[in-house]
C-alpha cells in the first residue's frame, strides 16, 4: 500500500463524453503525476502538478487537463473521449524539495482507474 | 532520460535467484537508474535505485557496471508474488519517468 488513492476503479464512457479521475497523494508529498497506461505498454507521461501549478506536460493534447487543490490531491479531466483514450490511468505522488527542487527519489503510485470508451 | 534496452521476458523457478539485465549506454552521469515493477493490473511500484555504487534494500540489490552501461537487478530468492513486469529507467530526479515495455518475469513454481 501506498497511501495513494484513486477514483473511480473503473468507469465506461461513451466517445465524445468528458470524465474525471481523481488522485489523493501520499501524506507529505506535494507532487501529482498522471499517467496512461495501454493495454501491452508502459505507463506514458501526461502531465505534472506541483504546488497547483502544472509543472511538465507530456505528448498529450489539450483536451487532456489537470488540477492540483491545495491538500495536494489533483485531478485529470479529458474531454471528447476518444476510443484510444481507452487505457489505465495512473496517478503517482512524490515530494519536490522547496529549497532543491529536485524530486525525491521514488514515485508513488495509486492502482489506477481503468477507463473505457466506447 | 537516458534510454534502455531490457529483454520482453524472462523465466525464474521459485526459490531461485532472479537476474534481470538492462542495458543504458546512453546514460548521463546525473542519471540515476531506477527499478520499477508492474504486478498485473496495479500501479508500478518502486524497488530500488542507484547511482554508480552497488544498492541493496529489503526488497533486491542493484548491480551496476563500473563505466554505468548496463545494470542487473537481483531478486535473491523469487517467489511466485514477484511476478510482473519489471521496468529499468535512466532519471535524474527532475524530469517525469520515461518507461519502456519492461521485461515480464514470471516465477515458476
Known amino acids: 500500500e501506498t497511501g495513494v488513492t484513486q477514483s473511480p476503479t473503473h468507469l465506461i464512457k461513451t466517445r465524445g463524453q468528458q470524465v474525471t479521475l481523481r488522485c489523493s497523494s501520499q501524506?507529505?508529498?506535494?507532487?501529482v503525476s498522471w499517467y496512461q497506461q495501454a493495454l501491452g505498454q508502459g505507463p506514458q507521461f501526461i502531465f505534472q502538478?506541483?504546488?497547483?501549478?502544472?509543472?511538465g506536460r507530456g505528448n498529450f493534447p489539450p483536451r487532456f487537463s489537470g488540477l492540483q487543490f491545495p491538500n495536494y490531491s489533483s485531478e485529470l479531466n479529458v474531454n471528447a473521449l476518444e476510443l484510444d483514450d481507452s487505457a489505465l490511468y495512473l496517478c503517482?505522488?512524490?515530494?519536490?524539495?522547496?529549497?532543491?527542487?529536485?524530486?525525491?527519489?521514488?514515485?508513488?503510485f495509486g492502482p489506477g482507474t481503468r477507463l473505457t470508451v466506447t | 532520460d537516458a534510454k534502455t534496452t531490457q529483454p520482453p521476458s524472462m523465466d525464474c523457478a521459485e526459490g531461485r535467484a532472479a537476474n534481470l539485465p538492462c542495458n543504458h549506454s546512453?546514460?548521463?552521469?546525473?542519471?540515476?537508474v531506477y527499478w520499477y515493477r508492474q504486478i498485473h493490473s496495479q500501479g508500478p511500484q518502486y524497488i530500488i535505485h542507484?547511482?554508480?555504487n552497488n544498492e541493496t534494500n529489503e526488497m533486491a540489490s542493484l548491480i551496476i557496471t563500473e563505466d554505468r552501461k548496463s545494470s542487473t537487478l537481483i531478486l535473491p530468492h523469487a517467489t511466485l508474488r514477484d511476478t510482473a513486469v519489471y521496468y529499468c529507467?535512466?532519471?535524474?530526479?527532475?524530469?517525469?519517468?520515461?518507461f519502456g515495455k519492461g521485461t515480464r518475469l514470471s516465477v515458476i513454481a
Open positions: 503517482a505522488s512524490s515530494l519536490i524539495g522547496r529549497t532543491s527542487g529536485r524530486t525525491t527519489y521514488e514515485q508513488y
Open positions: 501524506s507529505g508529498h506535494n507532487t
Open positions: 502538478y506541483y504546488r497547483e501549478e502544472e509543472n
Open positions: 546512453t546514460i548521463s552521469g546525473n542519471e540515476y
Open positions: 542507484g547511482l554508480k
Open positions: 529507467i535512466g532519471n535524474s530526479g527532475n524530469t517525469p519517468l520515461v
